[in-house]
């Protein structure tokens, strides 16, 4: 197992759509302090699509069965890159076998999942790492350090917005199901969540709307709104939806103060409008492009030192767990008809 100074393996557990991101982040990836990461080996239930994925990147082991997997005490992480109904099970199995594991958002589909896991990783001494990788996006970065810097004044108010087709759900089968995916919230609202939880803080009241007009062939909801209330006092809203045929897939998360804005666009790139540091009313670039998938290459390195060295990281299992509780409150408030307060009971 690796120590500081040494090499962080990594098993790919799930070589789906999202592994090309990360057998890309993890190809690219500088040693970091010393640390490097290489990937160990590749597994997926559909064999073919494992063998497919480590020929298209040169990964020489592709494991014949998760007990493989289990087994292997040379691979230091186990990455479960899966449907999110499965995520706890692999975690837990893949932990209380020696392995840290670094698990896809969302981290799990329920708090008593996501404790499951924390606890799991705790009896180990192991770490626990989900997906977050858009809070090491250089977007999010240059937003946060816009506003660090005084810009715009205190947040207020953001707006977040995902328009994705519904081919994200019928490429993915489980993503329509109940059991494995759950719906827009939980499978995309996830991202701008974590994402204003870091910029904002902890959330302290959710309401929600799902959209009662179907218009993608999946169990869950396709569309929904949501609205957070924040402990600062901050207001969000969040929309989010699978069933756009037409029209563009953006994604975008907007922040304002009295004294400006920030817009994080993944078509626009970063754009800000502050009087204080421009000395106009005018739109100005911050970055021209959103980066979006840079994320996991800084965030497989943040991962790495925390494995190797025990270092601290920017995001740690507990905030998957604080991610899925914000989306919980999102299915109760809409439910039950009523705004929910955090922490959940
Ligand atoms: N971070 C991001 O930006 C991002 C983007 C897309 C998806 N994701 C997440 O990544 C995860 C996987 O999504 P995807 O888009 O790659 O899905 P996908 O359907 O493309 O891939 C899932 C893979 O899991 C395999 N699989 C299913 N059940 C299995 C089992 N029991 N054992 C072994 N393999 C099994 C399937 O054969 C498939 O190859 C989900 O949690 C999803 O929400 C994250």
Not at 141 to 152: R, T, W
Not at 169 to 187: D, F
Not at 196 to 225: I, N
Not at 321 to 340: C, Q, W
């Amino acid at each position: 197992m690796a120590e500081g100074g040494q090499t962080v393996r990594v098993a790919i557990a799930g070589c789906g759509a999202i592994s090309r991101a990360h057998l890309r982040a993890l190809a690219e990836a500088e040693p970091g302090d010393g640390v490097r990461l290489a990937v160990h080996g590749l597994f997926d239930q559909d064999a073919a699509r494992a063998v497919e994925r480590a020929q298209e990147f040169g990964v020489e082991r592709v494991y014949g069965s998760w007990t493989e997997v289990l087994e292997d005490s040379q691979a230091d992480v186990v990455a479960i890159l899966l449907p999110h109904d499965l995520h706890c099970r692999f975690a837990v199995e893949a932990l209380a076998t020696g392995h840290h594991v670094v698990a896809e958002k969302p981290m799990a589909t329920s708090l008593a999942e996501c404790d499951q896991m924390l606890a799991a990783a705790a009896r180990a001494g192991k770490r626990l790492y989900p997906v977050h990788n858009r809070v090491y996006d250089p977007a999010t970065e240059a937003a946060e350090s816009f506003i660090a810097g005084g810009a715009i004044g205190e947040v207020f108010l953001a707006q977040t917005v995902g328009l994705e087709p519904p081919q994200t759900v019928s490429v993915r089968p489980w993503l329509g199901t109940a059991a494995g995916g759950g719906g827009v919230l939980l499978a995309q609202a996830i991202h701008p969540a974590y994402v204003l939880r870091w910029l904002l803080g902890e959330v302290a009241e959710v309401a929600c709307f799902k959209s009662a007009r179907k218009v993608v062939d999946m169990t869950a909801e396709d569309t929904a709104l949501a609205l957070l209330r924040f402990q600062s006092g901050a207001v969000a809203e969040m929309t989010g939806t699978f069933g756009l045929r037409a029209g563009p897939y953006e994604h975008g998360i907007t922040l304002y103060g009295p004294e400006g804005y920030v817009e994080i666009h993944s078509r626009r790139g970063v754009v800000g409008l502050s009087a204080q540091r421009f000395g106009d009313r005018e739109v100005h670039a911050l970055l021209e492009d959103a980066g979006w998938g840079s994320g996991f290459r800084r965030m497989w390195q943040d991962y790495a030192r925390g494995v190797a060295a025990g270092s601290p990281t920017r995001v740690s299992g507990e905030d998957g767990k604080r991610a899925v509780e914000m989306i919980l409150a999102a299915y109760r408030a809409a439910d039950e008809g009523r705004t929910v307060a955090l922490p959940l009971g």
